[in-house]
């Protein structure tokens, strides 16, 4: 019997833990094919996103760079902003990382990974990166066709604070993970019920067992 509701409550908890992950994060936009073109800048640039689905806390960034048939490094910060600016330029700023030195750049377009820390954003967005110390020569934001997930406006912004431009006809490889509020609330209910089930059995374990009653 004891072996028995010990089975039972791995089984709830299995099966509560496949209904409600923790930091099941998806993807919100999705552009990742390049389109054979890029772009070099000291200035930011980067993409308005229209993201699709309902998670909106972003976890990840990826961009697509490449280094001109080198293998190299180049520092990068990334920055989110909301599109409150004049015209629907970027606007205020959401989050700004800290400055990543030496992120590897590969010789050909890949998509390079840039974690974010749960970074609340609306419907529209901008993300834009600006890169330093590149070596051994400039780094290349290579361009895309059109988004498989999401959308975008088919312009892409460069520039920075009050001197934003528009690069029309022009978007870049990226991809964007978020999560849900939900998920969070529920993978945190779903860890009480699991608790409350094992304390539950081991009770009733107690109880049930020789000698308990008497």
Not at 41 to 48: P, R, Y
Not at 80 to 87: H, L, M, R, S, V
Request: glycine share 12%; charged share 10%; aromatic share 12%.
């Amino acid at each position: 019997m004891k072996r028995t509701w010990i089975h039972c409550l791995l089984t709830v908890e299995v099966f509560l833990g496949a209904l409600c992950p923790i930091g099941r994060a998806i993807p919100i936009y999705e552009n990742i094919l390049p389109n054979g073109t890029g772009a070099f800048t000291a200035l930011e640039i980067g993409d308005e996103v229209y993201a699709a689905g309902t998670a909106r806390e972003v976890t990840q960034i990826q961009v697509g760079l490449s280094m001109q048939g080198y293998t190299g490094s180049a520092g990068f910060v990334l920055r989110i902003y909301d599109n409150t600016g004049a015209n629907g330029a970027p606007g205020a700023l959401l989050w700004q990382s800290a400055f990543l030195q030496n992120v590897s750049i590969a010789a050909s377009p890949q998509l390079v990974s840039f974690n974010v820390p749960d970074i609340l954003v609306p419907n529209v967005f901008t993300w834009t990166l600006q890169g330093f110390n590149e070596t051994p020569v400039a780094v290349e934001y290579d361009a895309a066709s059109s988004p498989s997930i999401g959308g975008n406006p088919s312009y892409s912004w460069f520039g920075g604070p009050g001197q934003w431009t528009q690069s029309p006809d022009t978007v870049y490889m990226s991809q964007v993970d978020a999560e849900t509020v939900p998920d969070k609330l529920n993978a945190g209910l779903a860890g009480l019920g699991i608790f409350g089930f094992i304390l539950g059995g081991r009770a009733w374990l107690r109880y049930s067992s020789p000698g308990a009653r008497r």
